[in-house]
């Protein structure tokens, strides 16, 4: 790591390095964990004068040599939970560029169900129940200036839940009593995969080659070939939501019979799961960027937080009809919203502590940039 850093601080110094750093794994990330936020990588692809960088930086191909797509996951330093979306169930869909504090309204009323939202927060895909997939491009710096351009894709299906990796490139959306079907163009074109069943939740790793999704009264089905094939697990349960790591190694799935239900935890891509022995009326559950952090719901109820991978379960906030929840990279961004005329609410400090945002209304999601 340190070689590779060297390297990069050697190039923004507009300094000679031999050959190109082993940078296979390296984002700039890494570099702004390094230097600060005051250079990137675009400053050393512009800067460079060795032949093995091109001396123009282009951000759709990190220019034509070879050895330049060596870095991956170009990324502004844009942090985690900064930009969200909430859908309301026939209402509009709203956005946020101040991590939850304040919302503006977008698109035409619709009976939205789901939202999705890249790492930079500049794609964004919406569901319609009964309806379509609409994906959205557009994109600023305030929550005045994205989202404002929509564009309807596939066909009219009861489209239920959303979600698309890190650079929105790879999406995926599962149908009720329909298919899964994936996107590997961001959304505008749609390829249908599994069998058909009551699908109603799904989750992918920021990479696109994990995916998970549960049936309501049916199994877990894993996917480790971008949504290709797919591999059932566990009994039949009503299961309610899902939820995975960066990586897609930790997993969680909550489901809800007549008389309650239990969290299930995988620490290994969705291999083998162990059930939590706390038994609520879930209705949903999301996963931090390392597994570390995780946020359950409970309908009506309270909020549930662990930060030791789910391990260990503490309760928050008041009983009320929450319905979904959404959390950044690190855990410590969240925003759950409330059904039935309920509001937005939002957290800082990792689900400890919550906010009252927004108005009262038939909130149906939220989705958070990770």
Do not use: C
Request: hydrophobic fraction near 35%; avoid cysteine.
């Amino acid at each position: 790591m340190r070689s590779r850093i060297l390297a990069i601080l050697l190039l923004v110094s507009n300094l000679t390095w031999a050959q190109v750093p082993d940078t296979e794994n390296f984002s700039l990330q890494d570099v702004i964990n390094e230097i600060g936020t005051g250079n990137s990588l675009r400053d050393a692809f512009q800067n460079a004068n060795q032949n093995n960088f091109n001396s123009t930086y282009n951000s759709t191909t990190y220019a034509p040599d070879s050895s330049l797509l060596r870095f991956r996951d170009y990324k502004e330093n844009i942090e985690s939970g900064k930009y969200q979306i909430a859908a309301i169930w026939n209402g509009k869909l709203y956005a946020s560029s101040d991590f939850g504090d304040t919302w503006i309204a977008k698109e035409n009323s619709r009976q939205w169900r789901d939202v999705a939202i890249s790492r930079d927060g500049k794609y964004r895909t919406a569901v319609v129940q009964g309806g379509h997939i609409y994906t959205s491009e557009d994109f600023g710096s305030t929550a005045d200036d994205f989202a404002n351009v929509w564009t309807q894709r596939e066909s009219v299906r009861d489209w239920f839940r959303v979600v698309m990796s890190s650079d929105g490139e790879k999406q995926a959306a599962v149908v009720k009593n329909g298919y899964i079907y994936v996107s590997s163009n961001k959304g505008v074109t749609w390829e249908q995969k599994a069998t058909s069943q009551n699908w109603y939740g799904i989750s992918m790793s920021n990479d696109g080659k994990y995916i998970s999704a549960v049936e309501y009264s049916g199994k877990i089905h894993v996917s480790s070939d971008f949504g290709d094939t797919w591999t059932a697990k566990l009994s039949n349960k009503r299961w309610y939501g899902i939820s995975m790591s960066n990586d897609g190694k930790y997993q969680a799935a909550v489901h809800k019979e007549p008389g309650g239900g239990y969290i299930y935890i995988s620490n290994n891509y969705g291999e083998n799961w162990t059930k939590k022995n706390l038994l609520k009326n879930w209705t949903n559950i999301e996963v931090g960027g390392t597994g570390q952090y995780m946020t359950a719901l409970v309908r009506p109820g309270q909020i549930y937080i662990s930060s030791d991978f789910g391990n260990n379960w503490t309760a928050k906030q008041s009983n009320r009809q929450w319905v979904n929840n959404a959390i950044s990279e690190n855990g410590k961004y969240q925003t759950a919203v409330v059904y039935y005329g309920g509001k937005i609410y939002t957290s800082k400090n990792f689900g400890n502590n919550w906010t009252e945002r927004a108005f009262g209304a038939y909130w149906a999601n939220v989705a958070i940039n990770r």
